[in-house]
């Protein structure tokens, strides 16, 4: 186990090759890049931000790479490599994501995997938008905890534990002192991404979808994980059979509950969820139409169109064409 942060220089996301050259395909980093960059290099921990409305796609001053939307640490990397722990994390996420939007305040805690991760809640117009999340790391005084709860994930999803054991010893170690350090940092940084964010005065993207995804509702279990994995990729090929077999249930089961639950058919949620994704890429007017529906999951034109249409009660072209809000940054 490393005893301190390690030195920025080694953070992934800026000495790995492939992120830095995905990064650049996407043009000159923004402002909100630059901060990031900053805060990884002063704390040397892997960050992320999430971005529940559509805010950092709308101005070039907050749009972020792919590279900044993910968690990259190296136990994060494996423990995703499964369907079952790519669950595992996606609803650990969807549960902080709640307490986040509910308390509008910071959470520190320990993930399934017995990392110590962060969240500061960005927020604008009165709502949560976006939440940065930082750490990947253990708390010294918490390491045999740790150690026990990796342990346990590892036998409860069935994955080989001594690869993510060496995963778990090559992170970084830090007392409550570089914690608290670190706090301070962060909630610094979430009042200047804020700060941006007023100043450029984005539009928000209504996403029904996401709002029924993160939105405290009283939804069974199995269609709130439904939901929770169709949110995390949903431009991925989902079916009710292929999200049966990751929820270990029948298709026709989950169909039933999920249509019970919402009062519309699952793969009319998948729909939704891809629309309102194509919607946000379609107002930055840095794509195309067939970059979009390639994006979102849409392998033909013509079934984007159709899908777009009945969603959104008009063709793509004719939405991209619409004026958005009038920002003014």
Known sequence: MNPSLPNPASWELVTNPKLREAAADQGPPSALQHLLL???ERTGLTLSLD????????MPQLRLPISFQ????????????TQKGLAACVLHKYS??????????????MCPWGLIECAEPITYQGRVVAALFYGSFVLRRRQCEAQARLNAACGRLAVPPRPHAEAWASLPCLNLEQL????????????????????????????????AFHDHQ???????????????????PWSIKT???RLGCHPDYLGRTFQRATGEKLVAFVHRARVERAQALLRTGRFSIADVARQCGFREASHFHR????VAGLPPGEFARRPAAAPKC
Not at 218 to 236: D, F, Q
């Open 51 to 58: 971005d529940y409305a559509g805010v950092f796609e709308a």
């Open 38 to 40: 900053l805060l990884a």
């Open 96 to 109: 902080v994501v709640s307490v986040l939007k509910r308390r509008r305040r910071a959470l520190c805690g």
């Open 243 to 245: 999200l049966a077999g």
């Open 180 to 211: 608290a350090r670190l706090k301070r940092e962060a909630a610094r940084c979430r009042l200047v991404i804020e700060g941006l964010i007023e100043a450029c005065n984005p539009p928000i993207l209504q996403s029904s979808a996401y709002d």
């Open 218 to 236: 009283p939804y069974p279990e199995l269609v709130r994980r439904a939901m929770a994995i169709i949110h995390a990729n949903p431009a991925a």
């Open 70 to 81: 993910r968690h990259h640490a190296a136990l994060c990397t494996l423990a995703k490599s």
């Open 307 to 310: 899908v777009f249409r009945g």
